[in-house]
């Protein structure tokens, strides 16, 4: 008896742009089914603000296909029709990519004097988009995010055959890198400072006293405090943190540890920390030194102080460790839980109660993406620059936490800068020459009781690597040869490294060198042209024997 025939059921509820093909094989949208009777797009909760959003506008606008054919596509998200898309992420396409591409859109049909229609979405109108996200004067980094949050919303149109795709050629229907080096003119965040990150703790450490007291009343600051020690402990994201699950603490095999096991949506995988379970006096980690609480024992609190309003929790909020009765005058007493609107509120109002600036006198600028920062910054100071057991610290891989979290800070830069302008102030000291000692990359005033010098009797500094920096160094006409020799000997190093760590500690040696020492001998006449110009050739082709690879093996030595 041969197989039968399966016949899968279509869900007649699932939006559909209803349409029918021209002559040519084009797309049309049945004029009756715009616009719908419903033009809004319920979002339901999610962890933005925005519960819905109303297409309304760009009907009636000279473009109804577009329109409606981008309002069932949100629909078909909305609906799980197109994979696991999370609803958050879905608003951003509306709030951002659509509401920019649908504004443009009117625009183009009001300069074509038409209507638009689906075929009209191609290279040009793309091109156009791109333009006109460029003319609005906002950030690339922002014109970036707006048209990657556009292309997801077309490329399912495409899909389902609604517009033709140009996959690949000068056509193509969505250029292969619009923002090129776009990745380096956006600012991430920095890591706290050490002075930042004290005054913070400290002030966290009062905040989170009162949830260890009897009969506290749940509020959604104390649990954004108790959510803020996490963060600080461990480094995650925040979506994770927020979203974290009453089940999160799990059974680890070691003695006195649990693992806190949080769910990453955009990897669709989770993220295991191992957490000490001590005491609350003993330190948890080295790496928040300033906070004492056992992060373990800090959980197991928040989690029997919520447990009670468990059971009150709306559906989609059951199981959330993070809950509280809301104080809302629309709302007031139902239970809800946190949201990153909630924790920037909570964290502006402990900013102001504790006083707490940074370095400019300013409001002290907390999110989780800071801690996450710091958090990194701090493991791979105390275990001595070892980019693995960072990255494995923050769920990355090594490139990714030596690209995105090891930057240097605004400190150190503030530190090299002003090391250079010392460098111009010694070069133009009239006692250069008189009373400084020769070395290896110029001349220093004191190499055995100088800045960097070990200080003890016999002993004579080494520290070449800090010679940029340190008071008593200067540079003569004669020492070109041998600074130019050291110059090269570190841009050597940029192929016996990684790349981003030879830029956190080493590329500021070749750009002192050149807009410093150089640049300002020649200004002010104490080095000629051609004189730099044969040290530099010199020191290119036969470096001084001091700062030969073969002598040397590694700069580290003198650092």
């Given at each position: 008896m041969g197989k039968r025939k399966v016949f899968t059921k279509t869900d007649l509820s699932v939006p559909q742009v209803k349409h029918r093909l021209d002559t040519a094989g084009n797309v049309v949208v049945l004029p009756e089914a715009i616009p719908p009777t419903n033009t809004t797009v319920k979002f339901g909760r999610n962890t933005s603000t925005s519960r819905g959003f109303d297409f309304a506008r760009w009907y009636n606008a000279s473009i109804d296909p577009i329109t409606y054919a981008c309002q069932r596509q949100i629909e078909r998200f909305i609906a799980g029709q197109e994979g696991s898309v999370a609803i958050s992420t879905v608003v951003g396409y509306c709030r951002?990519?659509?509401?920019?591409?649908?504004?443009?859109?009117?625009?183009?049909?009001?300069?074509?004097?038409?209507?638009?229609?689906?075929?009209?979405?191609?290279?040009?109108?793309?091109?156009?988009?791109?333009?006109?996200?460029?003319?609005?004067?906002?950030?690339?980094?922002?014109?970036?995010?707006?048209?990657?949050?556009?292309k997801p919303v077309l490329l399912a149109l495409t899909r389902r055959g609604l517009f033709p795709l140009v996959a690949s050629g000068d056509a193509a229907t969505f250029p292969r890198n619009p923002f090129p080096n776009s990745n380096?003119?956006?600012?991430?965040?920095?890591?706290?400072?050490?002075?930042?990150?004290?005054?913070?703790?400290?002030?966290?450490?009062?905040?989170?006293?009162?949830?260890?007291?009897d009969d506290i009343p749940v509020t959604g600051d104390l649990i954004v405090f108790a959510l803020l020690v996490v963060a600080l402990h461990t480094g995650r994201n925040a979506t994770p943190l927020i979203e974290m699950g009453r089940d999160c603490l799990r059974p680890h095999p070691k003695d006195n540890t649990v693992f806190l096991v949080l769910w990453k949506r955009r990897g669709y995988n989770t993220s295991k920390v191992a957490?000490?379970?001590?005491?609350?006096?003993?330190?948890?980690?080295?790496?928040?030194?300033?906070?004492?609480?056992?992060?373990?024992?800090l959980i197991h609190r928040v989690i029997a102080l919520t447990e009670p309003l468990d059971s009150e929790a709306p559906d989609d909020l059951k199981g959330r460790v993070w809950l509280y009765r809301s104080r809302s005058r629309t709302s007031v007493g139902q239970v809800t839980a946190l949201s990153g609107q909630l924790v920037d509120k909570a964290i502006r109002r402990l900013v102001a109660e504790y006083g707490l600036n940074d370095s400019d006198g300013k409001p002290l600028r907390i999110n989780i993406s800071r801690l996450r920062k710091t958090f990194a910054n701090r493991i791979f100071e105390l275990t001595d620059g070892d980019l693995a057991t960072t990255a494995a610290a923050l769920g990355n891989t090594p490139l990714v936490a030596d690209q995105n979290y090891l930057a240097p800070d605004e400190e150190a830069r503030r530190n090299w800068q002003f090391m250079g302008e010392v460098l111009v102030q010694e070069l133009l000291s009239l006692t250069i020459g008189s009373t400084y000692k020769d070395t290896p990359l110029g001349r220093c005033a004191d190499p055995v009781g100088g800045q960097y010098a070990p200080k003890r009797e016999g002993a004579t500094c080494m520290n070449f690597m800090n010679c940029l920096r340190c008071k008593?160094?200067?540079?003569?006409?004669?020492?070109?040869?041998?600074?130019?020799?050291?110059?090269?000997?570190?841009?050597?190093?940029?192929?016996?490294?990684?790349?981003?760590?030879?830029?956190?500690?080493?590329?500021?040696?070749?750009?002192?060198?050149?807009?410093?020492?150089?640049?300002?001998?020649?200004r002010r006449g104490s080095f000629k042209t051609a004189a730099v110009e044969a040290a530099r050739e010199r020191a290119r082709s036969q470096p001084h024997p001091f700062w030969s690879v073969d002598l040397i093996n590694s700069l580290e030595v003198f650092a």
């Open positions: 951002n990519g659509l509401r920019s591409f649908l504004d443009y859109c009117v625009l183009r049909a009001a300069a074509f004097g038409r209507n638009l229609a689906l075929t009209d979405v191609n290279r040009d109108l793309i091109d156009g988009y791109l333009s006109h996200l460029a003319w609005l004067g906002v950030a690339t980094t922002n014109q970036k995010t707006i048209y990657t949050q556009t380096r003119k956006g600012k991430g965040e920095t890591a706290l400072t050490k002075r930042e990150r004290q005054a913070f703790t400290a002030a966290l450490r009062k905040a989170i006293r009162p949830i260890w007291t957490l000490r379970s001590e005491s609350d006096t003993e330190r948890l980690l080295e790496s928040t030194p300033s906070v004492r609480t056992n992060v373990e024992s008593h160094y200067a540079v003569t006409a004669d020492d070109l040869y041998k600074l130019f020799s050291f110059y090269f000997r570190v841009l050597a190093e940029r192929s016996r490294m990684d790349k981003r760590r030879w830029a956190r500690e080493y590329a500021h040696i070749p750009r002192l060198i050149d807009n410093y020492i150089v640049a300002e001998g020649l």
